[in-house]
């Protein structure tokens, strides 16, 4: 299949599926890349917590922070469905700092990323990013917010009108009247400037070699693992990565190494017009749609 068939072939089936999106597909090895519409700008939602542990672990290499240092955590006392780890908490917790990256990325743990936030504020996580080079990626507010949306305002029997608002809520400019999906308000990025973080991340250039290590081990760690991961993970190949997901949001950026030592970066940034919470066939959808994307770049 040409890549100008893999491309067509992409964004036919999610727009059968009742999806808009980005996809972009990028060979480590030679730069090679394969994209669907990579620089559309998305709220990243907790896409976020890839940038934040990058800062914060240079922020650490250089001295200025201390991996082992305990931190007073407040327990986020979250019922609804979706939040994970401290953000369900019901009583203070400490919590070393290194641990707490590992439950801000690999379970999304929105209470966690905040308290690492508290270290590294949103500009400074900005400035870091602008240090090592990397554009394209916007950090405004801590992921507290993410846990605030029309959904949490709806009882279960209800949630869809959330996602309806979701979908119908733009206005031009891409504002939005929902707050977290307001381009212009909330932290964004596009499929290309999350994979030109992640090659920095893998290449270990200009991101820090222990630094790059340590984001390698925490994406490999992810244990959200039901969008991309059953088309691309396997015996024979490493899926690391970290999903976002808010509302109609569906994303995931993450890295594929295969046993014959080629590696890929994917990165898929979605919005579904079917305004329902829970969407299996969708999630099946952005996996196949990145794994034929990955294929045709593979085989080229």
């Known amino acids: 299949m040409s890549l100008t068939s893999a491309v067509r072939d992409a ?14 597909v990028r060979d480590l090895g030679s730069g090679a890349e394969l994209d669907l ?47 994970t780890g401290l953000s369900r908490f019901r009583h203070p917790a400490v919590v070393a700092l290194d ?9 999304s743990d929105n209470v966690a990323a905040d308290a690492l936030f508290e270290l590294t504020p949103p500009a400074a996580v900005e400035a870091e990013l602008r ?12 992921t ?19 996602h309806a608002l979701a979908i119908g809520g ?11 999906l307001d381009v212009t308000r ?28 340590r984001v390698r081990e925490l994406l490999a760690a992810n244990v959200v693992r039901h969008r991309l991961a059953p088309d691309l993970g396997s015996d024979a190949s490493l899926w ?15 890295v594929v190494e295969h046993a014959d030592g080629r590696a890929y970066v994917v990165v898929a940034m979605t919005e579904s017009q079917v305004p329902a919470a829970v969407q299996p066939a969708v999630e099946a959808l952005m996996g196949r749609v990145a794994r034929g994307l990955r294929d045709a770049l593979r085989g080229a």
Do not use: C
């Open 170 to 180: 733009g206005a031009a400019g891409r504002g939005h009247a929902v707050t977290q």
């Open 99 to 107: 641990d707490l990256l590992y439950l801000a990325v690999a379970i």
């Open 144 to 162: 507290g917010s993410l846990m605030d949306t029309p959904a949490e305002r709806f009882g279960p029997a209800e949630v869809h009108l959330a």
């Open 240 to 254: 690391s990565s970290k999903t976002g997901t808010l509302l109609n949001l569906r994303h995931e950026a993450g």
């Open 11 to 24: 964004r036919e089936a999610l727009r059968a599926g009742g999806l808009r999106g980005s996809f972009l």
């Open 131 to 142: 240090r090592l080079g990397v554009g394209g990626i916007a950090v405004r507010h801590p």
């Open 186 to 213: 909330a932290s964004t990025g596009t499929a290309r400037s999350y994979a030109d973080l992640l090659t920095a991340v893998w290449r270990a250039d200009p991101v820090s070699a222990p630094v790059a290590a």
């Open 37 to 83: 519409d990579a620089d559309v700008v998305f709220p990243a939602a907790s896409l976020v917590k890839v940038p934040l542990a990058v800062a914060t672990l240079e922020r650490v290499a250089r001295g200025e922070l201390d991996a082992a240092r305990r931190v007073e955590v407040a327990p986020g006392r979250v019922a609804t469905p979706g939040p």
